[in-house]
Nanobody, 126 residues
């Protein structure tokens, strides 16, 4: 089963920026769509952004449009989530996952074909 590793989380002030990274240690991400998920304290895990297999389109949840940017570096076998203008409600654990499709109008990837990693904690606080 495909296993992904997230990194780049930390403490950021409101209005600040952070870049999260997702990579696969023993497989290639380049043949999958990849999505980022957010799980806030006491909340269900939600999809926030997805990049399609060929990078031809990206999708975002309404709550992050205009502030988050997903991208891929195929040479580094990595997918990134740039968080700009961070808000306290962005606080949570961020996970990445590989899948087949990025449905229009949502920020999730489906169906999932990778295991969940440990995630990376993002805390937005002054």
């Amino acid at each position: 089963q495909l296993a992904l590793v997230e990194s780049g989380g930390g403490l950021v002030h409101p209005g600040g920026s952070l870049r999260l990274s997702c990579t696969a240690s023993r497989s290639t991400l380049n043949i999958y769509s990849v999505g980022w998920f957010w799980q806030g304290p006491g909340k269900e895990r939600e999809g926030v952004s997805c990049i399609s297999i060929s990078d031809e389109y990206t999708t975002y949840a309404d709550s992050v449009k205009g502030r988050f940017t997903i991208s891929r570096d195929r040479a580094k076998n990595s997918v990134y989530l740039q968080i700009d203008n961070a808000k306290p409600e962005d606080t949570g654990v961020y996970y990445c996952a590989a899948g087949r499709l990025c449905p229009a109008g949502s920020g999730r990837v489906t169906p999932l074909i990778s295991d969940w990693g440990r995630g990376t904690q993002v805390t937005v606080s002054s």
